[in-house]
């Protein structure tokens, strides 16, 4: 499932940014669970920010994801020739064919650069999925993860961010699909972050604006 496309903070308090104060509450817990993190105005900020923490040449993978989309991350990542870009290469490749390759190369990218579904002010990343293909890196696969969180993201604890994604994220991203895909989207996998043991492998970028839903 991906993180689609909205930037309205006026229709339900899932789409209302975040104060500042409780960004700051989630970045501290975030720092005391051992991912580094930054507090960026808005995603032009995150988009220069990808491009001094992403090295050129890297093997990258960006996890599907609207906040990446609607930034132009996903477009700098995958379209500018400065990275060793993986989702290109496996949109090339046949699936019923080179299945294991792409697995391995997903799982393994020396960056993943995605977004999350829910932050909590408790210091956890909540991600869902339909198909899974962008979790195992964000676990541990990739040598670097970072992710990059729109205001509005932010909730009290994991209950919230569970109901976000059921109530307000599943809808939006199952209207996407079905448009773009002519088939529905669902959550088949769940990924809970709540710590970062290795230093410095995990950076949240969390953006003081609403970016994608």
Request: net charge negative.
């Amino acid at each position: 499932m991906t993180t689609a496309t909205t930037t309205s903070t006026t229709s339900t308090p899932f789409c209302a940014p975040a104060s500042g104060e409780r960004l700051e509450r989630a970045a501290a817990a975030l720092t005391a669970h051992g991912f580094t993190v930054e507090i960026l105005d808005g995603a032009a900020d995150a988009r220069t920010r990808i491009k001094e923490l992403v090295p050129e040449g890297a093997g990258v993978f960006t996890g599907a994801s609207e906040t990446l989309r609607l930034s132009g991350i996903a477009e700098d990542l995958n379209d500018s020739g400065s990275y060793d870009a993986v989702k290109p290469r496996i949109l090339a490749m046949d699936r019923a064919t080179r299945s294991d390759e792409i697995r391995r190369l997903t799982a393994t990218p020396d960056v993943i650069v995605a977004s999350a579904h829910a932050v909590t002010e408790t210091g956890s990343l909540v991600i869902a999925s339909g198909s899974g293909s962008q979790l195992p890196g964000m676990a541990g696969g990739a040598a670097r993860a970072i992710w990059v969180v729109g205001a509005q993201k932010i909730v009290p604890d994991l209950e919230t961010a569970l109901r976000r994604i059921e109530e307000h994220c599943l809808p939006l991203e199952d209207a996407r699909a079905r448009a773009a895909y002519g088939s529905p989207s669902a959550v088949n996998r769940m990924l809970i972050l709540n710590a970062e043991h290795q230093p410095a492998r995990g950076t949240v970028l969390l953006l003081r604006e609403a970016v994608g839903y």
